[in-house]
């Protein structure tokens, strides 16, 4: 009688152990459920990235996002098998254009981070200009230049065309965003002339009172900035798919996301946000 007692209980401990093995193993597979974000050097990708990974952490996620120039992102998340799953500030149909042609059939878009993404030529609003058609009339006092960023970007080679287009005798300076950003504090601090590439979102627009030049023949089309991801994305996480297919922020939204950013760092600044508007962005796990 005691040895099968004994025996039963041996049962007991083997039974007890597998279920606790389970579990384990079940934790441990939900912990190794990875999510790998690529992101350009842009604040906006920046933050919408971040934003992201502090989301999908408290969901129980494991993010990882990685930062690469903008045309190696497009390349590898078109590979087989990619070394990344999602790419937030892909800027289409048109500034982007290019790297769609030859990536887009392996690449799947899921949602806009934000919907209203602009480009061009822009001055600060003191200079009494309106159009591109005219910068050639003063292009002395621009110093015969456009102050561009770096010539990987869309926008480098939107404003090769423009200059093209309009018969520009200015030449586009390549440089950075952040040297392009220097370059405009110090005209504007002595309100001299400047003419500069310029997109929203860009945090510029609140640091500084700029306005865009008419660009009446369309050389700066109008764009969405796509969440793009690798194909077989959604299929393999439909929870995590549908998150990034409802994200979605508003031009006010996205400055105050950025502007923390800025000031606070990435991972910091977006915990704020999202701390901030919780509500808002654990809605975008649900259809």
């Known amino acids: 009688?005691?040895?099968?007692?004994?025996?039963?209980?041996?049962?007991?401990?083997i039974g007890l152990?597998?279920?606790l093995l389970s579990c384990t193993n079940k934790d441990k597979s939900k912990e190794k459920e990875q999510i790998r974000i690529l992101y350009g050097n842009y604040l906006s990708d920046v933050s919408y990235s971040n934003l992201s990974k502090i989301a999908l952490e408290e969901q129980g996620y494991e993010v990882i996002i990685t930062n690469l120039q903008i045309g190696l992102i497009y390349g590898e998340l078109s590979k087989d098998n990619p070394n990344g799953d999602i790419f937030m500030d892909a800027w289409l149909p048109?500034?982007?254009?290019p790297y769609w042609e030859?990536?887009?059939d392996d690449l799947v878009k899921l949602g806009e981070s934000f919907s209203e993404g602009t480009t061009g030529l822009v001055v600060p609003s003191y200079i009494p200009i309106n159009s591109i058609e005219e910068l050639n009339a003063h292009k002395d006092k621009f110093k015969n230049k456009i102050i561009g960023i770096g010539s990987g970007a869309g926008i480098h080679a939107s404003t090769y065309k423009a200059i093209e287009e309009y018969d520009l005798e200015l030449a586009q300076i390549t440089s950075s965003g952040p040297a392009m950003v220097a370059a405009l504090e110090k005209a504007t601090?002595?309100?001299e002339w400047i003419v500069a590439t310029g997109w929203k979102p860009h945090l510029k627009w609140l640091e500084f009172d700029l306005k865009y030049l008419a660009d009446p023949k369309g050389v700066y089309p109008k764009?969405?900035?796509a969440i793009i991801s690798r194909k077989g994305f959604e299929e393999d996480m439909p929870e995590a798919a549908q998150f990034f297919k409802n994200f979605n922020l508003t031009e006010d939204q996205l400055y105050e996301l950025m502007d923390l950013v800025n000031d606070k760092g990435g991972e910091e600044g977006a915990q704020i946000w999202y701390e901030a508007n919780k509500e808002m962005v654990d809605g975008w796990y649900t259809n």
């Open 189 to 191: 601090k002595r309100e």
């Open 94 to 97: 048109n500034t982007h254009k």
């Open 223 to 225: 764009d969405v900035c």
């Open 1 to 13: 009688m005691t040895k099968l007692r004994n025996f039963t209980f041996l049962l007991l401990i």
């Open 102 to 104: 030859d990536y887009g």
């Open 17 to 19: 152990g597998s279920t």
